[in-house]
């Protein structure tokens, strides 16, 4: 059975679904992903517009018609994976935090066992795992806490070890009410690169990998401890280098921050908790977009945007 594309179109100067072919010097584009469910207010997914600088949730582009033809055809080569994208973030703001991570995690595993993310693991180059013994680094000064992702030889890329880690760390900032200040760093050249690809794909049952994310959860931790969180990006900031220190109170960012969800490329969502920390910074329309488009985000927008809170200049 083929089901229709779930990409619909509406041109605020020309009427809904104009022709694709087509560019403009000017546009306002709503781009739909999928149906409209029952209890959720608006059916847009992503607002476009040539204009500078416009408020959220509009996303601004060189050319409206050429990125929505290019999120069109994103759409059509991973549609299971953009409608369940844009399903979860609509359901978010009905769900409390804690569920919200429970749905991206049953999203992301249902979508673990897809053919396209399985056609993808088939495609990438094999990876050799470099587990370290100390993933992570922790550091106490009277009422403050100081921890440090140090995979730097991997960019901090977050495996099982390094996730284990992180939330031990977490936990003890939950627990110690005495600490009232927390930094999150990462060692070497990038903040993190996001989740080790030389792990994707080992969990071979999707079902007990939902288990395992939502009890062992970095994410679900900084929920709980995000306010007293200062997180300090620099380099790469991919995937969850974003999800996770989104939910940090204060957001600092080096001049040479890169930010990019490149999930939906593999056929997942963002599943350390984007779908959950994102909306909270920017809305549910710029994290579609991102999350859709997989295009890098620099310091200056992700500033102008609101999901960092200053951006340092020096080192």
């Avoid at 595993?109 to 993808?120: D, K, N, P």
């Avoid at 977050?158 to 009232?180: F, H, K, N, Q, Y």
């Avoid at 959860?217 to 007293?228: D, K, N, V």
Wanted: aromatic share 4%.
């Amino acid at each position: 059975m083929t089901l229709p594309s779930p990409f619909i179109l509406v041109d605020l100067d020309r009427g809904p679904n104009p022709g694709l072919g087509t560019s403009g010097v000017t546009g306002r584009m709503l781009v739909g992903v999928a149906e409209k469910p029952v209890g959720v207010d608006g059916c847009f997914d992503i607002l476009l517009t040539n204009e500078p600088d416009p408020p959220r949730p509009w996303v601004s582009c060189a050319d409206a018609y050429a990125t929505a033809r290019r999120l069109a055809e994103i759409v059509a080569d991973r549609p299971a994976a953009s409608v369940a994208l844009t399903q979860v973030l609509r359901m978010g703001p009905a769900l409390a935090p804690p569920d919200r991570l429970v749905a991206e995690s049953l999203a992301y595993s249902t979508l673990q066992a897809s053919a396209v993310f399985r056609a993808w693991l088939d495609s990438a180059p094999a990876r050799t795992p470099r587990p370290s013994a100390e993933p992570v680094a922790l550091a106490r000064d009277a009422d403050s806490l100081s921890i440090t992702l140090d995979r730097p030889q991997a960019r901090n890329a977050m495996d099982a070890g390094t996730r284990d880690a992180l939330c031990e760390a977490l936990e003890v900032a939950v627990l110690d009410p005495s600490i009232i200040r927390v930094d999150l760093y990462g060692n070497g050249p990038a903040f993190c690169a996001g989740g080790d690809l030389s792990e994707f794909g080992s969990a071979r049952d999707p079902a007990q990998a939902h288990l395992v994310r939502v009890h062992r959860s970095p994410a679900a931790l900084l929920q709980r401890c995000g306010a007293r969180v200062t997180a300090h990006l620099h380099g790469a900031c991919i995937g969850a280098g974003i999800e996770l220190t989104a939910f940090a109170g204060r957001v600092l960012a080096a001049p040479d921050t890169v930010i990019r969800l490149p999930e939906v490329g593999m056929g997942l969502i963002p599943g350390a908790g984007g779908t959950a920390s994102l909306p909270l910074r920017i809305g549910r329309e710029r994290t579609a977009y991102l999350a859709l488009s997989g295009e890098a985000l620099g310091a200056g927008e992700a500033l102008r945007w609101g999901l960092v809170d200053e951006v340092l200049q020096g080192d």
